[in-house]
């Protein structure tokens, strides 16, 4: 995952915790698309709230390589208006700083 994209995810970390259930649909595409790992898969579920699970999966999603951003972005399909706002602040950014440098 590209830098742009892990400060992305860090920047609306908080606003994803409250409004992506990550147990259905979410980590199943990530498991089936080989991003997240059997043992990712239970570190999450493990985890007591729903804000915990989605805070461990956004802890693991920038460490599972370049398809792992657009394979998150895919698995939204429940939170469409989460997909989109992801996609909105994804062109902002690359606007902003076209030599992929994070500003923060």
Partial sequence: MDARDKQL??????????EVLV????????YQEGI????????????TTTQRKTMMLLDILPTRGPKA??????SLQEFPW???KLMVKRK???IEDPAGKARI
């Fill in 9 to 18: 995810l860090r920047s609306l970390r908080l606003e994803l915790c409250t």
């Fill in 23 to 30: 147990d259905g649909v979410v980590i199943q595409y990530l």
């Fill in 36 to 47: 997240l790992t059997d043992s990712h898969v239970q570190e999450i579920k493990s985890q």
């Fill in 69 to 74: 951003f657009d394979a998150f972005l895919d």
């Fill in 82 to 84: 989460v997909k989109e």
């Fill in 92 to 94: 902002e950014m690359t």
